[in-house]
């Protein structure tokens, strides 16, 4: 099974940029679909982005334009690359590995965007 590490977050004005990294473990990320979520206080968790096994992404509504996801497969890492970071986009934010009926998550990584 994979282990997956989320790092990257910190605190970030409103307008800026942040890139969230998920390294995985036991097991090459390549063969997972892989996905971030986030989940702010109070609300439901929400699917952000993916990218599936042959690299295809997608992207919720809300982020489509300013985030991108991406796939590195030498250091066996998922990245979130988030621009124009907004305050109600402040949550948890998680990353998720998916292979036939196996699913594993992270602990995720604060974002927090104010000024």
């Known amino acids: 099974q994979v282990q997956l590490v989320e790092s990257g977050g910190g605190l970030v004005q409103p307008g800026g940029s942040l890139r969230l990294s998920c390294a995985a473990s036991g097991d090459a990320v390549s063969i997972y679909a892989v996905g971030w979520y986030r989940q702010a206080p109070g609300k439901q968790r929400e699917w952000v982005a993916s990218?599936?096994?042959?690299?295809?992404?997608k992207y919720a509504d809300s982020v489509k334009g300013r985030f991108t996801i991406s796939r590195d497969n030498a250091k066996n890492t998922v990245y979130l690359q988030m621009n124009s970071l907004q305050p109600e986009e402040t949550a948890v934010y998680l990353c998720?590995?998916?292979?036939?009926?196996?699913?594993?998550w992270g602990q995720g990584t604060q974002v927090p965007v104010s000024s």
């Open positions: 998720n590995a998916v292979r036939h009926c196996y699913e594993f």
């Open positions: 990218i599936s096994s042959t690299d295809s992404p």
